[in-house]
């Protein structure tokens, strides 16, 4: 089954709003990791953070971490129309170079 | 620049005819995998190489297989391809270290389709 679950499925915002996705998990981690995929193409990976962070930043991403509550949130600040894409969680629960990935959120940005 | 490379990019197979994919990486990197994406689905791990250590998922179908030849190369043979295998097949990369911060390197994908 998988690790993560993404909430919301699907969301859709104008241009220069902030979108925000959230991401639940079952197991302790090793640490978690947002990827990105635009329509049709591989994964790119955007940050990761550790078990032992709260908050990360990079750029216009900002994630956060509660280990308590096995929840991550994704925010990604000022939108533009290039951050359509699907954003997955990512869970490395050992150091094992396993990634176990949740169901995505598909985020559009309308100009 | 080092890049995860997949080809076709698109194959199309018949129904219980094999077919193979293939991904070749130019990052030296220690560890291969490939999963399987369907439609507006999480990837699926299939099964992944650290070297030359095969490492299979449980619930991956016997219908799968896959070889490493060399480190730069990793092939995805589906020996009798059904309607229900037709997804996006992706291939990837990471160093293999336990430093805790691995991150996995992605080539663009093959989408097979089953007719």
């Known amino acids: 089954s998988q690790q993560g679950e993404e909430d919301p499925q699907a969301l859709s915002i104008q241009e220069g709003e902030n979108a925000t996705m959230n991401c639940s998990y079952k197991?302790?981690?090793?640490?978690l990791q947002w990827y990105r995929q635009n329509s049709g193409r591989g994964l790119v990976h955007l940050i990761l953070?550790?078990?032992?962070?709260r908050e990360k930043h990079s750029g216009r991403l900002r994630v956060t971490l509660d280990t308590s509550k096995k929840s991550s949130s994704l925010l990604i600040t000022a939108s533009r129309a290039a951050d359509t894409a699907s954003y997955f969680c990512?869970?490395?629960?050992?150091?094992?170079?396993?990634?176990?990935f949740g169901g995505g959120t598909r985020v559009l940005v309308k100009p | 620049d080092a890049m995860v490379i997949q080809n076709p990019r698109y194959q199309v197979t018949q129904f219980g005819k094999p077919v193979t994919l293939s991904c070749s990486q130019t990052?030296?990197?220690?560890?291969m995998y490939w999963y399987q994406q369907k439609s507006s689905q999480a990837p699926k791990l299939l099964f992944h190489?650290?070297?030359?250590?095969?490492?299979n998922e449980a619930d991956t179908p016997d219908n799968f297989q896959s070889r490493r030849p060399n480190t730069s190369f990793c092939f995805l043979d589906i020996r009798s391809p059904g309607l229900g295998d037709a997804a996006m097949y992706l291939c990837?990369?990471?160093?293999?270290?336990?430093?805790?911060?691995?991150?996995?390197?992605f080539g663009p994908g093959t989408r097979l389709l089953v007719l």
């Open positions: 990837a990369t990471s160093r293999g270290e336990t430093s805790g911060t691995e991150t996995q390197y």
């Open positions: 197991t302790s981690i090793n640490n």
């Open positions: 953070i550790r078990s032992n962070e």
């Open positions: 990512a869970t490395d629960k050992a150091a094992g170079n396993k990634l176990t």
């Open positions: 990052l030296n990197h220690n560890v």
């Open positions: 190489y650290y070297d030359k250590d095969f490492n």
